[in-house]
Nanobody, 120 residues
């Protein structure tokens, strides 16, 4: 069984910063891509940032230049450093990872989500 657990969400004022963490645990052979997604009130879940096993990052236009994704492969952890936060960033943030658990191929796993609320 593979589990993803996010932490670091909370309340922050506009212009502030927050750092999210997500740790993968369980039966892990390898982790390929990792990423962060978010779902705001009344909105569809959207991609925020992804990072490959080779540390190549991709960002949504709405967060480019403000957010930084990184990963620590030794700890099976992905981070999202969020800066210059805006009220529009308010959402539940979900961690995603492509995990091989000794079986063939990779499967997508999701965390439970962590709430980020940005006040004005």
């Amino acid at each position: 069984q593979v589990q993803l657990v996010e932490s670091g969400g909370g309340l922050v004022q506009a212009g502030g910063s927050l750092r999210l963490s997500c740790t993968v645990s369980g039966s892990i052979y390898s982790i390929n891509g990792m990423g962060w997604y978010r779902q705001g009130p009344g909105k569809q879940r959207e991609l925020v940032a992804t990072i490959t096993s080779g540390d190549s990052a991709n960002y949504a236009d709405s967060v480019s230049g403000r957010f930084t994704i990184s990963r620590d492969n030794a700890e099976n952890t992905v981070y999202l450093q969020m800066g210059s936060l805006k009220p529009e960033d308010t959402a539940v943030y979900y961690c995603n990872a492509e995990v091989s658990d000794y079986g063939p191929g990779y499967r997508d796993y999701w965390g439970q989500g962590t709430q980020v609320t940005v006040s004005s």
